[in-house]
C-alpha cells in the first residue's frame, strides 16, 4: 500500500471510530427506512409522520408507517476524469479519497453493505459489496493510486451504468467537481442519490494570471492565453451559470448534496452535511 493511502486510511479511520464521529449516531442516520403504508393517525403516533396531502383529503389524519431495512447498500462512485488532478493546498483526488475512506468506514462500522467504483468517461474499477475493512483499504488505494489525466467525465455514461448495475435500492454517493452536463433524474428515481461535490477556492474565484500556457487535465491539450479580469469574469459566469443549473436540479430531483473545498477536513464535512 502506497504512503498517501496509509496516511488517508489511519486519518479517516481514527476520525470515524474515535472521538470525532465515533461517539455520534451513524453517519447515514435517517435511511434505511422504506414506505410500508398508510393508516389512520391514533393518540401517541408521532405527528411528524401525519401526510398531511392524504389528511386534507379524507378529512381525517393519517400517518406513514415505515419499516426498517435489514442493512443498507452504500455503494460510492467517484469520478476520477482529468480536472480532479487539480488543487492548492491538497489535490481534489485526495479529498475525495478522504471521503470514500469516511463513508466506507462509516458504512462498515454500521454493518452496512460497502462498494466502490472509479469513473470517467468509462468505468475503470468496481469493487463487490462488502462489510470488511479490507474493502475501504482496497477502495483509498486504487483512487490514490490511479491516474486521471486525459480522462474527460461523461456523466451520461455513468448514469446508464449505473442504472443498468445497480439492481437493488441503494443509498449512492457521485463524488466529483461537478462541472459539465449532470442529469440524475433516472437514478433519484431508484435509489436515495446524495452529491459530494469537491472544489478548489481558486477555481471558483481564481486571479489574474496573465499571459501563459495552460492544459487542459482531461484531454492533455495545451493552449495559451491571457488570463486577465475580462476572461475571469468570463469564466466565473460560465462556472455561476452551471452550479446554478446543477443545484436546481438536485432540488427538483430530490438529491442531497455538501460541498468540500480541498483545505477542508472530508469527515467534519460529510458529518456536518448528512446531519
Known sequence: MN?????????????VYGDMLGNNASLFQGEGFEFAELREYVYGD??????????????????????????????????????????????KSDIAAEAVATLGFSAVKNSDLFSHMIFADDLYSLNKPSKKLFAVHKAVEELTAFNPLGKPADFKALTQMLNDRLKKKALLFIIS??????????????HDVYAVIIRDKFEEDPSELGYLRLIDMETKESFEGNIDSA??????????????KLYRQFKKQGVRFTKIYTHEDAAVKLAKGMR
Do not use: C, H
Open 231 to 244: 476572461t475571469l469574469k468570463s469564466y466565473k459566469k460560465a462556472l455561476l451559470k452551471n452550479d446554478e
Open 3 to 15: 504512503k498517501k493511502a496509509k496516511k488517508i486510511i489511519l486519518k479517516t479511520k481514527k476520525q
Open 46 to 91: 408521532d405527528v411528524r409522520k401525519i401526510d398531511w396531502k392524504t389528511t386534507a383529503k379524507l378529512g381525517k389524519p393519517f400517518v406513514k408507517v415505515y419499516r426498517e431495512e435489514r442493512e443498507l447498500n452504500v455503494v460510492v462512485v467517484t469520478m476520477m476524469s482529468g480536472s480532479m488532478y487539480f488543487g492548492t493546498v491538497k489535490q
Open 177 to 190: 467537481d461537478f462541472v459539465g452536463d449532470i442529469d440524475l433524474k433516472l437514478l433519484s428515481k431508484k
